[in-house]
């Protein structure tokens, strides 16, 4: 009797999947808050590349300092050196610019909106450059660029596509 239970639930659970092609709510909000863990992660890493170029530091292993999300509110308290401090303004700096160019919240219009595009794939460009340089993988340089590429992946799309994911379970829910 228990077993034709679990097979009837499992059963009910595979129909509903398949049903709804796996437009389920509750996996829709484990893989949104999965793609924004690895978006802070990422973002953590690009930081932390940027910064070890502008401090002329050596090159970084691959692990995500968490106190990287304290520096701003650091930085605004003035419990910084000076030298980190315009590390932080750099990292920071450059992964806002990312993002921004990236989500396109900011339309910028006219001759200046040409300007910013060029920065900004300047900057891109850098942040691609930094984390092949000072993000210490044991690959070679294929891991390098493998490394690199993704990291700027996971940090243009991620968090954007998590929110949304996450936005979309959580109104879907109550249907």
Not at 34 to 46: D, H, K, N
Not at 131 to 160: H, K, R, W
Request: aromatic share 14%.
């Amino acid at each position: 009797m228990a077993g034709h239970n679990v097979r009837g639930t499992v059963g009910h659970a595979a129909t509903y999947l398949a049903h709804n092609r796996g437009n389920v709510p509750i996996l829709k909000g484990l893989l949104g808050v999965v793609l924004i863990g690895f978006w802070l992660l990422a973002l953590m890493l690009q930081i932390q590349t940027s910064e070890a170029f502008i401090l002329k530091s050596a090159v970084i292993s691959f692990a995500p300092d968490w106190g990287i999300l304290l520096q701003p509110v650091q930085l605004l308290h003035g419990e910084l050196s000076m030298n980190m401090a315009k590390a932080v303004m750099w990292g920071w700096g450059v992964e806002l610019v990312y993002l921004v160019c990236v989500i396109g919240e900011v339309a910028v219009q006219g001759r200046l909106g040409g300007w910013f595009k060029t920065g900004a794939f300047i900057l891109v460009a850098f942040n691609f450059w930094t984390d092949f340089n000072y993000g210490n993988l044991p690959s070679g340089m294929g891991g390098q660029l493998g490394f690199a590429a993704i990291t700027s992946f996971i940090v243009a799309f991620f968090g954007l596509i998590g929110i949304n994911l996450l936005w979309t379970a959580i109104t879907e829910w109550g249907r």
